[in-house]
């Protein structure tokens, strides 16, 4: 099985964006993939505002990211963190994959065998704007 590293954005509309990474990693568990989404675990332990444990959370990801098998760019917006994660997955000879918000979407919603079926329920979710920007 493999360990893929899901990557996608976290910061702007909070919400939405962990609902998709949620999605996402439900869609590479139906994969037959085991998923990592550190921007699902990191923020409830560690404040995104506060710039020292923000680079801590990066640094954290990071290293977890050396142990995945590939590294999946979910959607189409690239924040500063995903940035620093695809480059570093570059760097290591990490195998990068491309999905879309709408392949993840149709492709999850089109199986119907799940652990709890009212994880298949999806709020509509707005499109991030491109010119958003994380700071450090």
Known sequence: MKLVYICSPYAGDIE?????????CLYAAEQGCAPVAVHLLYPQLLNDNIPAQRENGI???LRVLASCDELWICGERISHGMSCEIAEARRLGIPIRNLSTEQIHRESLMKKSCLNPKEREFMPEETPSRGMKLRL
């Open 16 to 24: 939405a964006n962990i609902r998709f990474a949620r999605t996402a």
């Open 59 to 61: 640094q954290m990801g």
